[in-house]
């Protein structure tokens, strides 16, 4: 399998201390200082949860505190959604299929029931028998039959997911297991803007492999400049997103994947098929105030093609925007996002 980033962040320094213009009494200057320095003071961390690494940065004078919550929200969440962590709550459930989970799995479990449901089912938790059929959760691959496919598919179908708000009991049915894999990332990226936001931190950035999330604008004003990579070249971008107070995040076909006799399998399955999505997009960014909304898209959006993403989208343009990359390597972005993406490539507004 080969792991590669999708978005990478392009980070243009900070200054450390605002110039001001004009006559001011040294002691009203000295404190103008003092507060410049401490709305800029950084603090940053890696974190390795969820599969993946995680950088976090944070700018002012709690941007420490900010670092130190979030690492412990990220370890905390991440013990609670494993699917291959004995402890975790989603471990348990696979095994036991009725349990009382917390407030967090219970709200994202109905979050992805609903977008499934929206979606006509291009989205759906409840896949996770086939990934592991398909070997990625253990990294032992293998291409499995058509009947095999076909006696785990007929069991897929999150909408027979029973939740009790009232208990925040779940009940899965006998062979179902579900896997938070494709919206958690972008929840914990929600969770921590929330926690830099109550530490009073204003500017800040976290990346959770390749999922962005901008806190408010850097400390100079300006947007988080995200690059936005070629689904064909690491080294190069096809575009870059001037971000603020949001998350970017993409999925494409060449995230995870394994090579057999000659061709290519990636992770993103489609839940009609129970096989690699093979429709006409080669990667997906969703641009949202929503974490969490913004993982759960890219996926979907993948999933359904171009012509149903873009559709998809102008139902739901108010929600969020996208970058859409074809199979023909054609850039297509919404039209809410054209004054802050640019790129040395053409590319396609596309409009409600």
């Given at each position: 399998m080969k792991l590669k980033k999708l978005i990478c962040i392009v980070m243009v320094s900070v200054l450390g201390v605002l110039s001001f213009a004009g006559c001011a009494k040294k002691q009203d200057e000295k404190k103008t200082e003092t507060s410049s320095e401490a709305s800029t003071q950084e603090a940053s961390a890696q974190v390795?949860?969820?599969?993946?690494?995680?950088?976090?940065?944070?700018?002012?004078?709690?941007?420490?505190?900010?670092?130190?919550?979030?690492?412990?929200?990220?370890e905390r969440l991440d013990q609670l959604w494993s699917a291959v962590d004995k402890n975790s709550e989603i471990y348990q459930l696979n095994q036991k299929k009725k349990m009382k989970v917390s407030d967090e799995t219970?709200?994202?479990?109905e979050f992805a029931k609903k977008k499934s449901k929206e979606s006509n089912d291009a989205f759906d938790i409840s896949i996770y028998p086939i990934v592991e059929l398909w070997g990625f959760p253990t990294q032992k691959y293998r291409v499995p039959s058509d009947s095999e496919i076909q006696k785990l598919l007929k069991n897929v179908n999150s909408q027979k997911i029973k939740i009790n708000k009232k208990t925040n009991v779940v009940t899965l049915e006998k062979n179902m297991k579900i896997d938070l894999g494709g919206i958690a990332k972008g929840y914990t990226s929600q969770r921590i803007a929330k926690i830099y936001k109550k530490d009073g931190v204003k500017s800040g950035v976290i990346s959770l492999g390749g999922n962005v999330q901008a806190i408010g604008t850097k400390t100079d004003g300006s947007r988080w400049?995200?690059?936005?990579?070629?689904?064909?070249?690491?080294?190069?971008?096809?575009?870059?997103?001037?971000?603020?107070?949001?998350?970017?995040i993409t999925s494409g076909a060449y995230e995870r994947y394994f090579e057999k006799d000659g061709?290519?399998?990636?992770?993103?399955?489609?839940?009609?098929?129970?096989?690699?999505?093979?429709?006409?997009?080669?990667?997906?960014?969703?641009?949202?105030?929503?974490?969490t909304l913004s993982d759960t898209l890219s996926t979907t959006l993948f999933v359904m093609g171009k012509d149903k993403a873009i559709s998809y989208w102008k139902e739901h343009s108010k929600e969020f925007n996208m970058i859409l990359v074809d199979e023909n390597n054609k850039v297509y972005i919404s039209q809410g996002i054209k004054d802050h993406f640019s790129s040395d490539s053409d590319f396609t507004v596309i409009k409600k």
């Open positions: 390795f949860a969820m599969d993946t690494y995680m950088n976090l940065k944070a700018y002012g004078k709690n941007a420490q505190k900010a670092v130190d919550d979030a690492k412990s929200e990220i219970l709200e994202l479990i400049k995200v690059g936005v990579q070629s689904p064909d070249d690491t080294e190069s971008m096809i575009g870059a997103y001037e971000a603020a107070d949001e998350a970017v061709k290519t399998y990636h992770h993103i399955i489609d839940p009609a098929t129970g096989k690699p999505s093979e429709k006409d997009l080669k990667s997906v960014t969703i641009i949202s105030k929503n974490g």
